[in-house]
Structure formats: structure tokens, C-alpha cells
């Protein structure tokens, strides 16, 4: 009987104290799969899919099976209305989410940024289906101060993107539409810091400042013309995120 001892692949794979040690290795069905080294072992992830392999209920992923349902609720009535997902339920998707969250971090260190955008865009799917139907109050908001992370990651993830395609302007959009999201985040929030006090923001505004000397200078026509659309339709929010990248391009306003 083959040893099931993992002492000899622990040694051969030293774990680094304060880093996030990731490689990804062939599986037996030659699929390739995420390892993470921790301490004490090893965490392995499929690629796709849920990160376990599991299909629950004969589902991709338990996001997918309560979509379902709604989606069969919403057909049988003609309405969400009623629709209610319960407690139990809540904490099995917030576990899910957990490991999408161990998945997309791990898709970061290995730069697959694809993977990123496509697991934190899923995850926010968790958020805001709990936020509309779970059962309880707590569940409602036990993720959603999770919210500015996963909003940053995904932005993180698209410009990064655009940046590799040399597209500077699709990398800023994506930096631009993530900060209007959290302000809007915030606006409807009281949690501390703040919008302007929130290390996403911060992270995201010099993500966008670091842009800047990237932009062709019609860049600076097409903010104006952005703004000054945004001001019309009333929309100050944008108009003073585009203003502050105007400032920040040498432009007056």
C-alpha cells in the first residue's frame, strides 16, 4: 500500500513565512491544478469550475443552483417576490465564496488575470443575490464588507489586462467604473473608513494616477467630453472622478 505520508513533497516545496507560495501541477486526468502551500500542507484547486470539483445538486456551483431557482421562482410567478433564500443556505454560499476568494488570489500570483475577472465577477453575483434574498438581516450583510476588495481585485484584473494589450483607455475605464461603484458603495454605507478613506480607493487612484502619463493626449478631449456628459445628465459623482483625472493630466477646470 502506497505511503499517504506528504512529508517528502512538504520538504521538496518549502513554505515562505508572509507570501503566498502558488504553483500549478498536472493532475492524474491531465488537468492542471492550483496548489497553495501553507504552513502546515498544501490546498489544492481545480482551475474551473468550482474550486472542490464538487457539482452540487447537479450544478456548477451553488451560485448557480439558487440562480436556477429564482429563475424558476420568477417563472412560476411572474415576480422575485417571495423568493427567499435561508439561512443555511446563506452560510453554504458564503463558504463557496470562500473558496473562489482562496482561488482568485492564488489566479493573481500565477498572473492569470482572465481567471481573476471571471472569479470576483462571480463572487459579486454571491453578494448581491444575498443582499436581495436572504432570509435574515445578518445574512443580507455578512459579505458585503467584502464588497470594495472584490470591486478592486476585478478592476485590478481588467486593467491589467488592458494594459498588457496596450489599451490605456480601456484600462482606465475599468479603474473608473470601479470607483464609481464603491462611492457609490459607500454613499449607501456608514462603515469606516469611508470612500475617501478606503485602501480599494486608494489602491485604485494610483493604479489610475501611475495611467495618466500612458493616455495619448486626445485622452484629455475624451475625459472633458465625459464629464461634461456626466455633468448633463447630473450624474456629479463621475463628473468629479473625471475632473480630478483632468487635474491630475495638468488640465484646469
Known amino acids: 500500500m502506497a505511503s499517504q505520508d506528504i512529508s517528502k513533497l512538504l520538504a521538496q516545496w518549502p513554505y515562505e513565512q508572509g507570501k503566498l507560495v502558488v504553483r500549478l501541477v498536472d493532475g492524474e486526468d491531465g488537468e492542471q491544478r492550483i496548489q497553495v502551500r501553507l504552513d502546515l500542507g ?19 456551483s451553488l451560485l448557480e443552483y439558487h440562480e436556477a431557482r429564482l429563475d424558476e421562482h420568477i417563472a412560476e410567478t411572474g415576480s422575485p417576490a417571495g ?9 453554504d454560499l458564503r463558504e463557496e465564496a470562500a473558496m473562489y476568494y482562496r482561488r482568485y488570489t492564488s489566479l493573481w ?25 436572504a432570509e435574515h438581516d445578518n445574512d443580507k450583510a455578512e459579505l458585503e464588507g467584502f464588497r470594495p476588495y472584490i470591486t478592486m481585485m476585478r478592476a485590478k484584473a481588467l486593467a491589467t489586462l488592458a494594459i498588457r494589450d496596450k489599451e ?47 493616455l495619448p493626449l486626445s485622452q484629455k478631449a475624451e475625459i472633458k467630453r465625459r464629464m461634461d456628459a ?22 484646469g477646470v
Open 83 to 91: 423568493f427567499v433564500i435561508s439561512g443555511d443556505d446563506c452560510r
Open 230 to 251: 456626466a455633468i448633463k445628465a447630473e450624474n456629479y459623482e463621475l463628473a468629479a472622478i473625471l475632473r480630478d483625472e483632468l487635474r491630475g493630466l495638468g488640465e
Open 168 to 214: 490605456p483607455k480601456a484600462a482606465l475605464h475599468a479603474i473608473d467604473e470601479a470607483l464609481e461603484s464603491l462611492r457609490e458603495f459607500f454613499g449607501q454605507s456608514s462603515s469606516e473608513p469611508g470612500f475617501d478613506g478606503s485602501p480599494e480607493v486608494q489602491m485604485l487612484r494610483g493604479m489610475r494616477d501611475a495611467l495618466i502619463p500612458k
Open 109 to 133: 500570483v500565477l498572473d492569470d488575470y482572465e481567471g481573476v475577472v471571471r472569479d470576483t465577477t462571480r463572487n459579486l453575483r454571491v453578494l448581491d443575490l444575498l443582499t436581495k434574498y
Open 42 to 60: 498544501v490546498i489544492q484547486m481545480h482551475t474551473e469550475g468550482r474550486p472542490d470539483g464538487q457539482r452540487p445538486r447537479g450544478f456548477d
